[in-house]
């Protein structure tokens, strides 16, 4: 339980800008490096973070160390991931008054936010890869067609994203149970 701990002692603390930029993190530490989860299961876990209530990164925590070391596991975890940015943010806010006059601590912002852009853009698209390269090859088809589909619907429409989550999760899983059947007939 050690090293669940410090890997997300690790991921909360490196993880600057919100749950997005951790995804990178995530895939890197706990699927690449430890593979404590595939990179299919990754992409369920952001599916279920991303709905659930609360940060992303603090979701993703639990559930794998409740998928380790049960509630033990989930508590430590979810613990380690937030106690590096409760930390910092406390120790900024103390600061924040004398800091928010500083050119260079406005400069060292402005750098974070463009990194912190990157971080997150790069965990987009680690999930859009796993998300439609996971599966067999007809099934990467249909995953690219729906995301198409999808994000043109949700750019020219901005529906409910709740609604648009359910709809979409019932077609694709519609979709799968169709081609499935057709696929062992």
Request: net charge positive.
């Amino acid at each position: 339980m050690t090293a669940l701990a410090l890997r997300f002692l690790y991921i909360g603390l490196f993880s600057i800008g919100g749950g997005l930029s951790a995804i990178s993190l995530i895939q890197a530490e706990i699927v690449d490096r430890l593979g404590w989860l595939t990179a299919e299961a990754l992409v369920d876990l952001m599916a279920i973070a991303e709905m659930t209530p609360g940060p992303i990164a603090v979701n993703a925590a639990s559930f794998v160390g409740m998928r380790l070391h049960g509630i033990p596991g989930a508590v430590t975890a979810t613990c380690a991931c937030i106690l590096p940015g409760c930390l910092i943010s406390f120790l900024i806010s103390r600061a924040n008054n004398q800091l928010r006059k500083n050119r260079r601590w406005q400069y060292t912002l402005k750098v974070l936010r463009a990194a912190v852009t990157g971080v997150i853009v790069n965990g987009g698209l680690v999930i859009v890869k796993n998300a439609l390269c996971s599966g067999g090859s007809g099934f990467v088809l249909i995953s690219a067609i729906l995301f198409c589909g999808g994000l043109a619907v949700y750019r020219l429409r901005k529906p409910s994203p709740m609604v648009f989550m359910l709809v979409m999760g019932t077609a694709c899983g519609a979709l799968r149970l169709v081609l499935s059947r057709l696929l062992t007939w």
